[in-house]
């Protein structure tokens, strides 16, 4: 997770627009390291870089789950909310 957050920046430090594609294989890789608050944050830079959220955006953090096995249930239920909203 942390090599795939680096290529992240990396990315975007070389001027180079990253996409949903780019966003979701960081945060998936967030998942895999069960770092649920990095995806959180690779959520809202999307946002921030005016990159549309995907299904698979909003389900590889909540499928993370750290938002279950860390017993963080208002994320996840704001997870939810804001998919409603975006998508």
Known sequence: WQVALQLLADVQRAGVEADAVTFNSAISACGKGLKWQAAMVLLAQMRCSNVQATVASFGSTLSIS???RKAKW???????????ITI
């Open 74 to 84: 208002q994320a996840g239920l704001w997870l939810l909310d804001d998919m409603h």
């Open 66 to 68: 750290a938002c279950g």
